[in-house]
């Protein structure tokens, strides 16, 4: 049985899916095309979406893109299909990150249809949670998704959790006194009306008590923000780690950070990136041992769903290069 032809529909649920990815200042760094003809889709980070002051190797950018990458699978396998991914696939094109094939049939047996309805569930949420420890045997379930990437997750304990806090508020005091990112970061900041960036009504309250150092996107305290309130009090905080550093390191901690991500969604939680600390050398390395390097920090828990944050419209786009076939409908 041979695979039926990818259908307008199928390809606008596969985009979708990938746009609905958390994203650095959702900042949505992909380019997903399909390669007219074939059962291809081509991923590119954007050339002009990405943040150099923040992130000026581009790692947050490709854990974006690897986000994305991890929804396609996921939409993918709603849609019967078998994706195989390979990441860097031409030495001579560093800009194609991955290609997606769908050729394959019979579907992925061990697909999670729970997955495919947390895609448009997930939302960051930066809002206090209640305090409810999350069982350790869901703990457990999230660590083993994460192994299933090709990464690990770590689940700090009362002395390491405390010193992570402290690592991202020593990011969180410099950031403040950095202006160029303060600037960059203020840019992506918007009042709601664009399809990138994070609405202001997106952003939470900071932690009254102090515990907590959530992201102050606006910087330097001087925009308003809603009064601060106090968070819980004991943080569970996930880490994401990789044993090497590479782009394609990269690219599989961000498909990592959204398998738990959307786990954890499905099991009824809430997540909120702490991502400061990971945004300075120094600091990132001090947040990982010896064999391990830190990706992706997160505070988990249950409480309020985050404010949604605005996608860009799928739109017309051009053939993946070096095809010629340009019948075929985009998005
Ligand atoms: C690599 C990365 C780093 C992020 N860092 C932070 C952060 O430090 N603080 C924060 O509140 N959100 C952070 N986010 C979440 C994004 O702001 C969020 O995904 C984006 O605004 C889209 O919103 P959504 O997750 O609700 O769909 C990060 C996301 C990614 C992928």
């Given at each position: 049985?041979?695979?039926?032809?990818?259908?307008?529909?199928?390809?606008?649920?596969?985009?979708?899916?990938?746009?609905?990815?958390?994203?650095?200042?959702?900042?949505?760094?992909?380019?997903?095309?399909?390669?007219?003809?074939?059962?291809?889709?081509?991923?590119?980070?954007?050339?002009?979406?990405?943040?150099?002051?923040?992130?000026?190797?581009?790692?947050?950018?490709?854990?974006?893109?690897?986000?994305?990458?991890?929804?396609?699978?996921?939409?993918?396998?709603?849609?019967?299909?078998?994706?195989?991914?390979?990441?860097?696939?031409?030495?001579?094109?560093?800009?194609?990150?991955?290609?997606?094939d769908l050729t394959?049939?019979?579907?992925?047996?061990?697909?999670?249809?729970?997955?495919?309805?947390?895609?448009?569930?997930?939302?960051?949420?930066?809002?206090?949670?209640?305090?409810?420890?999350?069982?350790?045997?869901?703990?457990?379930?999230?660590?083993?998704?994460?192994?299933?990437?090709?990464?690990?997750?770590?689940?700090?304990?009362?002395?390491?959790?405390?010193?992570?806090?402290?690592?991202?508020?020593?990011?969180?005091?410099?950031?403040?006194?950095?202006?160029?990112?303060?600037?960059?970061?203020?840019?992506?900041?918007?009042?709601?009306?664009?399809?990138?960036?994070?609405?202001?009504?997106?952003?939470?309250?900071?932690?009254?008590?102090?515990?907590?150092?959530?992201?102050?996107?606006?910087?330097?305290?001087?925009?308003?923000?809603?009064?601060?309130?106090?968070?819980?009090?004991?943080?569970?905080?996930?880490?994401?780690?990789?044993?090497?550093?590479?782009?394609?390191?990269?690219?599989?901690?961000?498909?990592?950070?959204q398998r738990v991500?959307?786990?954890?969604?499905?099991?009824?939680?809430?997540?909120?990136?702490?991502?400061?600390?990971?945004?300075?050398?120094?600091?990132?390395?001090?947040?990982?041992?010896?064999?391990?390097?830190?990706?992706?920090?997160?505070?988990?828990?249950?409480?309020?769903?985050?404010?949604?944050?605005?996608?860009?419209?799928?739109?017309?786009?051009?053939?993946?290069?070096?095809?010629?076939?340009?019948?075929?409908?985009?998005?």
């Open positions: 049985m041979g695979a039926a032809r990818l259908g307008t529909t199928d390809l606008e649920t596969l985009l979708t899916a990938a746009a609905a990815a958390p994203s650095i200042h959702n900042s949505q760094p992909w380019e997903i095309r399909p390669v007219p003809g074939t059962f291809r889709l081509e991923v590119r980070p954007a050339a002009d979406r990405w943040l150099p002051a923040a992130d000026p190797t581009g790692r947050a950018r490709l854990l974006s893109v690897g986000a994305a990458l991890f929804n396609l699978r996921v939409a993918a396998g709603h849609l019967g299909r078998r994706p195989r991914v390979r990441l860097l696939p031409d030495a001579g094109d560093p800009g194609l990150v991955a290609v997606v394959g049939l019979p579907p992925d047996t061990s697909r999670q249809p729970d997955l495919y309805e947390a895609v448009a569930l997930r939302r960051t949420s930066r809002a206090p949670f209640t305090g409810r420890p999350v069982p350790a045997r869901t703990l457990t379930e999230l660590a083993s998704a994460v192994l299933t990437e090709g990464a690990r997750l770590y689940l700090p304990g009362v002395v390491a959790t405390r010193r992570m806090l402290a690592l991202t508020a020593e990011a969180e005091r410099r950031n403040r006194r950095d202006s160029a990112r303060v600037r960059e970061s203020r840019a992506w900041v918007h009042a709601g009306n664009l399809p990138y960036g994070i609405p202001a009504a997106a952003l939470g309250p900071l932690d009254a008590t102090g515990r907590i150092p959530v992201r102050d996107f606006t910087g330097a305290g001087r925009a308003r923000r809603a009064p601060a309130v106090p968070f819980e009090r004991h943080a569970q905080l996930a880490l994401v780690v990789t044993r090497r550093d590479r782009p394609a390191d990269w690219l599989r901690a961000g498909q990592a950070l991500l959307l786990l954890a969604t499905a099991r009824g939680l809430r997540t909120c990136p702490l991502h400061q600390a990971l945004e300075w050398p120094d600091l990132r390395s001090a947040l990982g041992g010896e064999s391990n390097r830190p990706q992706f920090l997160f505070r988990l828990g249950y409480g309020p769903q985050g404010a949604p944050t605005p996608r860009a419209a799928l739109t017309a786009g051009a053939p993946a290069r070096g095809t010629q076939d340009t019948t075929q409908a985009y998005f």
